[in-house]
T-cell receptor, first 115, second 109 residues
Framework: DTEVTQTPKHLVMGMTNKKSLKCEQH?????MYWYKQKAKKPPELMFV???????INESVPSRFSPECPNSSLLNLHLHALQPEDSALYLC??????????????FGPGTRLTVT | GQSLEQPSEVTAVEGAIVQINCTYQ??????LSWYQQHDGGAPTFLSY????GLEETGRFSSFLSRSDSYGYLLLQELQMKDSASYFC??????????FGSGTKLNVKP
């Protein structure tokens, strides 16, 4: 199974809401990633988890809070977002981080709209 | 530091060969990956070069020259379904992973 799943596919939330994005993989990968992608732009790395520990936070605002409950699951908790946070949020996994990160498997993404 | 350059857009006809170049400046460079992304889809891994030279995977090949900080993706026998964005992504030993700005490939009949 080489699939990364993400839920929900679409999410509309107000600026005062709290919501969570979920990501799951069953490939035994030890590194998991969150990316943000705006239209016609490349994916931008937000967070990297390695062996369930936060390895990299690319100076992401605290209104985004990642969580890795176990080696297969990755969550992104959202609170008090701004309209400019509207984007496609992609989850990915790879066997390892660092030099092992060259082949990442991506989920289909969550299309987030903040109103 | 990190910088990546790719052409923003390339157009070619079905059956042709197209080359997408990528120049990089990456601290702790280890290798270069290539990804494809169709509109509305997720990126998918195409190829990876850790050593200089050409890697061939079916119709797609990727080349790396570490001394020139340069790589390219070569797509042969272009098909309409190859219309997509293509990203180069250096891998470094500081555990970071960045995509280039992407090259939009338009394949015309």
């Amino acid at each position: 199974d080489t699939e990364v799943t993400q839920t929900p596919k679409h999410l509309v939330m107000g600026m005062t809401n709290k919501k969570s994005l979920k990501c799951e993989q069953h490939m035994g990968h030890r590194a998991m990633y969150w990316y943000k992608q705006k239209a016609k732009k490349p994916p931008e790395l937000m967070f990297v988890y390695s062996y369930e520990k936060l390895s990299i936070n690319e100076s992401v605002p605290s209104r985004f809070s990642p969580e890795c409950p176990n080696s297969s699951l990755l969550n992104l908790h959202l609170h008090a977002l701004q309209p400019e946070d509207s984007a496609l949020y992609l989850c990915a996994s790879s066997q390892e981080e660092g030099v092992g990160s060259y082949e990442q498997y991506f989920g289909p993404g969550t299309r987030l709209t903040v109103t | 530091g990190q910088s990546l350059e790719q052409p923003s857009e390339v157009t070619a006809v079905e059956g042709a060969i197209v080359q997408i170049n990528c120049t990089y400046q990456t601290s702790g460079f280890y290798g270069l990956s290539w990804y494809q992304q169709h509109d509305g889809g997720a990126p998918t891994f195409l190829s990876y070069n850790a050593l200089d030279g050409l890697e061939e995977t079916g119709r797609f090949s990727s080349f790396l020259s570490r001394s020139d900080s340069y790589g390219y993706l070569l797509l042969q026998e272009l098909q309409m379904k190859d219309s997509a964005s293509y990203f180069c992504a250096p891998v470094d030993n500081f555990n970071k992973f960045y995509f280039g700005s992407g090259t939009k490939l338009n394949v015309k009949p």
